[in-house]
């Protein structure tokens, strides 16, 4: 508990303001040894060492040249002696040369692979092995040393996240999702009171839905910008979040207030805009702590934070909406909600960066020994990089990889249909619960719970396929998968995307009780979630040296098509009505977004099949 709440905002706050009295680290205490590695000319010592025992094996081998050169002249004209002549064969009882007893100058490095071997057994002040062991690390034959002055974590470090009990683990899990559901919910909370927006401000229908979109857009632009920042060693997790969350509470207190429907807009752009971390990071924040076995049940959990927010978020607000008959009522809950978030973060969340948790060490360790030269692994890392290389690496490549990898866009295509459906659901269920079913704002929010309960029902069932399939698959291949392997979920969850749409269009009539609808509704989160989750994992996978362009790519696609759909969600409900039965409000907008997800069905198939051979062809995936 206490080294919990020392990586805490809150313990950083103390530590520092106490003139780090309070919540003291190792290093900070008196009767703190310093490695020895980590003083001062320690690495030129070892240097000097080093040099002086190359020195003395080059003069070993210069005294041994002209006996060798001799030895190997009489072995070339066939004469007897150490060596055996070219029509010899070793014998069985000394199989590497000599016959009499006495040990041959080159027995000890006869071969290379005896190199290796001797090497194996830690004689690691061969010569040899050392030439060995450069040749292996790279193809212009350069050792890579190891640099004493490195802060790096040693084999289990209680302070590396990887390392923390299963009960910390999971407390941050809650952390994260909690973070999640607090903002995310924020997106759909206005939905009850669009009609609402629109009356106030004296604008239209698919203007007021910009209230909903313009969040949407908000955080799926924010991630270019704010998230790279948790990735500065410096920097990390916590500030972000904390920070981000602190301005998104702010940001309520004028969305609610203000006066006019610019202001009010501009508003929830920001609020999404700046919310938007504990989206884009919070998978980050998981990979910190678990590893490839377990860490897909808690990304698991998280994902359900974030299909509870927008689910939840209409409840909240229709009931808000109900008892006041007010939109600004349907924000207030958003504010004490995300408010009480942010206090608890403050107290309760604990950094997670290994980058910057070393960092923050080496600089503690910067002034205990009075070593300058002292970086952490990240600092060394990206000491080297300039402004503009960022700049490139987060604007730039995830665009830049989507028009070249013609898999990455299929797929972000495809994640952003499914986001597209699923803001199209905001609106649709307006139009039925409200309008066929006369369902008034609190129980049209209860609807939505019909996808909360297949989202949990969905969870379980992935967590058994991939304790019985992937995870087998993993340790008999010593933790590797084929990235294609990650698609197997897709290939199931695809069909349920549109049976959920035809069916759930098809049934919400009149003349159909309303529990059938809503239990179409939870098909849905068996698409979504498979799709998501095998989706995902396969980019993560076939791109792992550029995760975090291909991830930010695919969030801020699939946020710019998912909230650009319900500003004419409504009026395509009702255009397409028009044409087509009278009893069935949704059927044919159903139909078409259900069309289009059966066209979208062959790609995850297809890249099962060839994703291999097309990754091959890409200079940014893994490939043989």
């Known amino acids: 508990m206490y080294s919990t709440i020392q990586e805490t905002t809150f313990g950083q706050l103390v530590y520092h303001l106490s003139g780090k009295r309070y919540f003291r680290y190792p290093e900070d205490q008196p009767d703190f040894k310093v490695p020895e590695k980590f003083k001062p000319g320690y690495k030129e010592r070892v240097q000097d060492e080093k040099a002086g025992r190359n020195s003395q094996h080059e003069q070993q081998a210069s005294l041994q040249r002209p006996q060798l050169a001799e030895r190997t002249a009489s072995a070339a004209t066939g004469t007897t002696g150490p060596f055996l002549t070219p029509t010899e064969t070793p014998s069985a009882e000394y199989p590497l040369g000599p016959t009499d007893g006495t040990r041959s100058p080159l027995s000890d490095d006869a071969t290379l692979a005896e190199q290796g071997r001797v090497g194996a057994k830690g004689d690691k002040s061969s010569p040899q092995l050392e030439r060995l062991q450069s040749e292996k690390s790279g193809k212009d034959g350069k050792a890579k040393e190891d640099n004493p002055y490195e802060v790096k974590w040693e084999e289990g470090d209680p302070d590396n996240p990887m390392n923390w009990s299963p009960h910390k683990k999971c407390f941050v899990t809650f952390c994260i999702c909690a973070l999640t559901f607090g903002v995310y919910c924020g997106s759909s909370i206005v939905a009850p009171a669009i009609e609402d927006i629109s009356t106030t401000f004296g604008v239209g229908l ?21 998230s790279p920042l948790s990735e500065i060693p410096q920097i990390g997790r916590n500030i972000p979040y904390i920070a981000t969350l602190a301005i998104f509470v702010i940001l309520q207190v004028p969305t ?35 590893g490839p076995e377990n860490r897909p049940i808690a990304l698991g959990i998280w994902g359900l934070s974030a299909v509870c927010g927008p689910t939840f978020g209409p409840l909240i607000g229709g009931f808000a909406f109900d008892g006041f008959q007010t939109y600004r009522w349907t924000l207030w809950p958003l504010l004490w909600l995300s408010g009480g978030v942010l206090i608890f973060l403050i107290f309760a969340m604990p950094e ?59 797929l972000n295509m495809y994640i952003a249909l499914v986001y597209a459906c699923l803001y199209c659901f905001f609106e649709s269920f307006a139009i039925i619960f409200t309008m066929t079913y006369g369902f008034n704002g609190g129980e049209t ?24 399939y992937t995870v087998p698959r993993m ?13 197997l979920p897709a290939l199931f969850g695809a069909w349920f995307l549109p049976i959920c749409l035809f069916s759930f269009g098809w049934t919400a009539t009149a003349s159909i009780h309303w529990i059938v609808p809503i239990i179409c509704t939870a098909t849905f989160p068996i698409g979504v979630f498979l799709l998501f989750q095998s989706i995902l994992n396969y980019l993560a996978d076939a791109y792992p040296n550029y995760q975090a362009s ?4 695919n969030d801020t696609m699939r946020s710019m098509v998912g909230g650009a759909f319900p500003i004419f969600a409504t009026a395509m409900f009702k255009n397409l009505q028009s044409r087509g039965p009278s009893n069935f409000p949704v059927s044919w907008g159903c139909t078409l ?7 979208m069905i062959p790609i ?11 990754r091959s062809y890409s200079k940014f995936a893994m490939h043989d």
């Open 256 to 290: 609610i207030l203000s006066p006019t429907a610019a202001g009010f807009f501009i508003c929830r752009f920001l609020a999404g805009f700046f919310g938007s971390p504990a989206l884009a990071t919070g998978g980050a924040t998981i990979g910190d702590m678990f």
């Open 593 to 599: 977004l259900g069309g289009i997800s059966v066209l």
């Open 206 to 226: 698919p203007v007021a839905g910009l209230s909903l979109s313009l969040f949407v857009f908000g955080y799926g632009t924010g991630p270019l910008i704010l």
């Open 475 to 487: 340790r008999r291949n010593n933790g590797f998968i084929e990235p294609e392997e990650r698609l």
């Open 445 to 468: 929010g209860l609807a939505y719970l019909g996808i909360f309960v297949g989202s949990v029902l969905t969870y379980f069932g992935y967590l058994i396929y991939d304790r019985s």
């Open 550 to 553: 291909v991830l930010a790519g």
């Open 352 to 410: 997670t960066s290994a980058s910057n948790i070393l960092t923050r060490r080496a600089r503690r360790l910067r002034r205990v020994t009075g070593n300058d030269k002292l970086r952490s692994t990240g600092e060394l890392q990206s000491e080297h990089m300039t402004g503009a290389e960022v700049a490139k690496m987060t604007l730039v490549r995830p665009f830049a990889i989507m028009v070249l990898d013609p898999q990455v866009l299929a």
């Open 604 to 614: 995850p198939f297809f890249l099962y099949k060839y994703g291999k051979k097309i």
